[in-house]
């Protein structure tokens, strides 16, 4: 059996907690994203999530595009185990949702797509790995599909003091997630360190620590890059988020 990379162990911790994490973030954003959704996409048939992660998105999803199968792409195993968990217990997911244990290049499993969601990934890509997703979104859209591609609402590397993003209950017990970051010498990389903490009353039970890279980039080089692979693109200035969206340019031909 092959050993695990940095990131699947770092994933091992952070499963766990990425919910409790994101949970504030996804109750904050669905409103904003459904406002895009309706605004932006036609008829939708097939929707592919790309790094699904729990599958946060998949309520939304469902609720907003009853009729459409959709395909979760994630790579990360444990992130996996949650996904598979939440499909599982709706029998309305159980229906319409398959889960691809891969990266986005999994994305040529599926054709005619309407709709890509790209939603708190896109920096865990390398710039290659960008051209390779854009190139391949490009060919496998249906005619009028989007793509909707959000990032961080920060534009350049820096330091981010440390400070409590999450807190929850759960029985008597308490988790709470700490994150902050720095910039990364001569990259376009900021080094975000996430603390989790677990609570027994006042008493700690454990304490781990994960930490990960992010390409951290505004809009403008979302649209840069998916040029060059036929897409045009616009920004959604009514989102707290920074988030793209962007459609095959009429000239152009998949390929
Ligand atoms: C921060 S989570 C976001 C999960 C979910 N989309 C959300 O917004 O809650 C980022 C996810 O991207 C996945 N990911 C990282 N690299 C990827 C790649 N090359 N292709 C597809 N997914 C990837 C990770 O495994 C992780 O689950």
């Given at each position: 059996m092959k050993s695990l990379t940095d990131d699947e162990r770092g994933y091992l911790i952070s499963a766990e907690y990425y919910d409790v994490m994101s949970e504030q973030h996804w109750s904050a954003r669905c409103k904003d994203l459904s406002d895009i959704l309706q605004t932006v996409c036609g008829p939708v048939a097939t929707i592919v999530d790309v790094g699904s992660g729990t599958g946060n998105g998949l309520a939304l999803l469902n609720r907003q595009f009853p009729q459409a199968a959709i395909h979760a792409v994630e790579p990360a195993a444990a992130m996996r185990i949650a996904l598979m968990t939440r499909v599982l217990h709706d029998s309305r997911l159980r229906e319409r949702v398959s889960i691809y244990?891969?990266?986005?290049?999994?994305?040529?499993?599926?054709?005619?797509?309407?709709?890509i969601l790209v939603s708190g990934c896109i920096?865990?890509?390398?710039?290659?790995?960008?051209?390779?997703?854009?190139?391949?979104?490009?060919?496998?859209?249906?005619?009028?599909?989007?793509?909707?591609?959000?990032?961080?609402?920060?534009t350049v590397p820096h330091q981010v003091a440390r400070s409590r993003v999450a807190c929850t209950t759960l029985g008597c017990q308490r988790y709470e997630v700490f994150l902050q970051g720095e910039a990364v010498e001569n990259s376009d990389l900021m080094r975000w360190e996430m603390q989790f903490i677990q609570y027994q009353g006042e008493r700690l039970l454990r304490c781990n620590t994960v930490v990960r890279d992010w390409h951290t980039f505004g809009p403008g080089r979302i649209l840069a890059e998916a040029a060059q692979a036929g897409l045009s693109g616009l920004v959604q200035a009514d989102s707290a988020i920074p988030t793209v969206v962007l459609r095959r340019r009429e000239s152009s031909q998949p390929g």
């Open positions: 244990p891969g990266t986005f290049e999994q994305l040529q499993e599926v054709d005619n797509i309407d709709l920096g865990f890509f390398t710039q290659a790995q960008r051209g390779r997703l854009w190139k391949s979104a490009a060919r496998q859209l249906a005619p009028g599909g989007v793509i909707l591609v959000d990032t961080m609402p920060l």
